[in-house]
């Protein structure tokens, strides 16, 4: 259990690839109950373990995961999420140069549930929902481009859906467009840091989550050294 931060209200982890926040169809046990036996253990408690799920990210993508400790913590995180008062931070590693710089990207999105997959358009459609991020090309190597992509909605596969549009497909996401998987299976997009109003003592906090060592394979001179280097945790 990679845990980058945990007080008595909430805990943080740093999510691999292939891991489930949540219980699904696959019946893989989910790292939230994954979690609830580590602090059970951990604290050597007798009963029940309360965790609670704060938000999701996608099976193959990485990075910082919120959970609450206690229902007092839940209930206001799910707030915080719902009104968009916890900002998101990504890395995504593109093949394709964008066709910008920076941008601020809206599309309107349909999630094809057989196929659970989303498809992006131009314009609103019937059952469709607006998904806006902005993104800044931060480095590149070779034959790879860097991403910081902050998200100021949360949709369904709205990062994977919103580069392929723009012909940006994230390296190894073959349902998005990519030409070939990665190796451990998982794709390049890694969710870097949250920052929000902690629910209980109402500090100011910025969790970060150490990149995978694929991010060191594919670009020459990026930022994850500092990354990594720095702490993990900024309280305010």
Same mark, same amino acid.
């Given at each position: 259990?990679?845990?980058?931060? =945990?007080? @008595?209200?909430?805990?943080? #982890?740093?999510?691999?690839?292939?891991?489930?926040?949540?219980?699904?169809?696959?019946?893989? /046990?989910?790292?939230?109950?994954? %979690?609830? =036996?580590?602090?059970?253990?951990?604290?050597?408690?007798?009963?029940?373990?309360?965790?609670?799920?704060?938000?999701?990210?996608?099976?193959?993508?990485?990075?910082?995961?919120?959970?609450?400790? /206690?229902?007092?913590?839940?209930?206001?995180? @799910?707030?915080?999420?719902?009104?968009?008062?916890?900002?998101?931070?990504?890395?995504?590693?593109?093949?394709? *140069?964008?066709?910008? =710089?920076?941008?601020?990207?809206?599309?309107? %999105?349909?999630?094809?549930?057989?196929?659970?997959?989303?498809?992006?358009?131009?314009?609103? &459609?019937?059952?469709?929902?607006?998904?806006?991020? &902005?993104?800044?090309?931060?480095?590149?190597?070779?034959?790879?481009?860097?991403?910081?992509?902050?998200?100021?909605?949360? &949709?369904? *596969?709205?990062? &994977?859906?919103?580069?392929?549009?723009?012909?940006?497909?994230?390296?190894?996401? %073959?349902?998005?467009?990519?030409?070939?998987?990665?190796?451990?299976?998982?794709?390049?997009? *890694?969710?870097?840091? %949250?920052?929000?109003?902690?629910?209980?003592?109402?500090?100011? #906090?910025?969790?970060?989550?150490?990149?995978?060592?694929?991010?060191?394979?594919?670009?020459?001179?990026?930022?994850? =050294?500092?990354? @990594?280097?720095?702490?993990?945790?900024?309280?305010?």
């Amino acid at each position: 259990m990679n845990v980058i931060y =945990e007080d @008595n209200h909430v805990i943080a #982890i740093n999510k691999t690839c292939g891991e489930i926040v949540q219980g699904d169809k696959s019946g893989d /046990t989910p790292l939230s109950e994954q %979690l609830k =036996e580590w602090l059970k253990e951990k604290y050597q408690k007798p009963g029940n373990v309360f965790v609670g799920v704060t938000h999701r990210i996608d099976r193959p993508v990485s990075g910082v995961i919120l959970f609450a400790k /206690t229902t007092k913590a839940l209930s206001r995180l @799910n707030e915080m999420f719902r009104l968009g008062q916890v900002k998101k931070t990504y890395w995504a590693i593109i093949k394709n *140069h964008p066709p910008k =710089e920076e941008d601020e990207l809206t599309h309107w %999105l349909c999630r094809n549930e057989v196929q659970n997959k989303c498809y992006a358009y131009d314009e609103e &459609r019937p059952h469709s929902k607006q998904a806006v991020l &902005r993104y800044k090309l931060i480095d590149r190597s070779d034959r790879y481009f860097l991403l910081e992509i902050h998200l100021k909605t949360g &949709r369904h *596969h709205q990062i &994977r859906t919103q580069l392929a549009k723009i012909g940006c497909p994230i390296k190894g996401d %073959l349902k998005y467009g990519a030409e070939r998987s990665n190796p451990d299976g998982g794709i390049c997009l *890694h969710a870097l840091s %949250l920052e929000f109003v902690h629910p209980v003592s109402k500090e100011a #906090i910025k969790i970060v989550a150490p990149v995978p060592p694929s991010y060191y394979l594919c670009c020459k001179k990026m930022n994850t =050294e500092q990354i @990594n280097e720095s702490s993990n945790i900024q309280i305010e």
